[in-house]
T-cell receptor, first 118, second 113 residues
Framework: EPEVTQTPSHQVTQMGQEVILRCVPISNHLYFYWYRQILGQKVEFLVSFYNNEISEKSEIFDDQFSVERPDGSNFTLKIRSTKLEDSAMYFC????????????????FGEGSRLTVL | DAKTTQPPSMDCAEGRAANLPCNHSTISGNEYVYWYRQIHSQGPQYIIHGLKNNETNEMASLIITEDRKSSTLILPHATLRDTAVYYCIVRVSSNFGNEKLTFGTGTRLTIIP
């Protein structure tokens, strides 16, 4: 069964360093997302991406964050200068489109990348 | 998206049916009810969705009231592996296809041996 894969599974970084989290969405999917979950808290939406541009972003997704689909397969989340409060599990998700009689419209999530900022 | 209300936690005996309620009294006509679960710290996993009819798949059944203001997710024979946080999410469906999911705090379901 196709799946969303994320790397690295765990990254430890120093405050102020740049981090890139990578995702390989399911191959025929067109819509891509990043979510994050701080330990013990809700899964929070960060950004959605379609047709090589951001569709929607949350207040969390400030100028320190960026997303890119550099080569038609990878989907990356970059944090330019990490802060302690960026420590969280980051989930990538993808979907092939909206719900209809043939599609569930479900988002497929990866297993996450745990980011620890020291 | 419309807000949902779920009990924070529930227990269910192994082998019994787990019935997880959700209130979504402000749901709009073009909003679907989706259920996801998150086992430990893994990525959320789709379970089932519906618009107004009851739905069943290999994982669960979804019962939606006639006025669509509430729904119940039923896991017919709960196993220990069903211990997870279950999220009821109301999601707009449009022609754009990129509507996000907005997660609440969900119901932490514990299956008891």
């Amino acid at each position: 069964e196709p799946e969303v894969t994320q790397t690295p599974s765990h990254q430890v970084t120093q405050m102020g360093q740049e981090v890139i989290l990578r995702c390989v969405p399911i191959s025929n999917h067109l819509y891509f997302y990043w979510y994050r979950q701080i330990l013990g808290q809700k899964v929070e939406f960060l950004v959605s991406f379609y047709n090589n541009e951001i569709s929607e972003k949350s207040e969390i997704f400030d100028d320190q964050f960026s997303v890119e689909r550099p080569d038609g397969s990878n989907f990356t989340l970059k944090i330019r200068s990490t802060k302690l409060e960026d420590s969280a599990m980051y989930f990538c998700a993808s979907t092939d489109g909206h719900v209809n009689l043939k599609n569930t419209g479900e988002l497929f999530f990866g297993e996450g990348s745990r980011l620890t900022v020291l | 998206d419309a807000k949902t209300t779920q009990p924070p936690s529930m227990d269910c005996a192994e082998g019994r049916a787990a019935n997880l309620p959700c209130n979504h009294s402000t749901i709009s006509g073009n909003e679907y009810v989706y259920w996801y679960r998150q086992i430990h710290s893994q990525g959320p996993q789709y379970i089932i969705h519906g618009l107004k009819n009851n739905e069943t798949n290999e994982m669960a059944s979804l019962i939606i009231t006639e006025d669509r203001k509430s729904s119940t997710l039923i896991l017919p024979h709960a196993t220990l592996r069903d211990t997870a946080v279950y999220y009821c999410i109301v999601r707009v469906s449009s022609n754009f296809g990129n509507e996000k999911l907005t997660f609440g705090t969900g119901t932490r379901l514990t299956i008891i041996p």
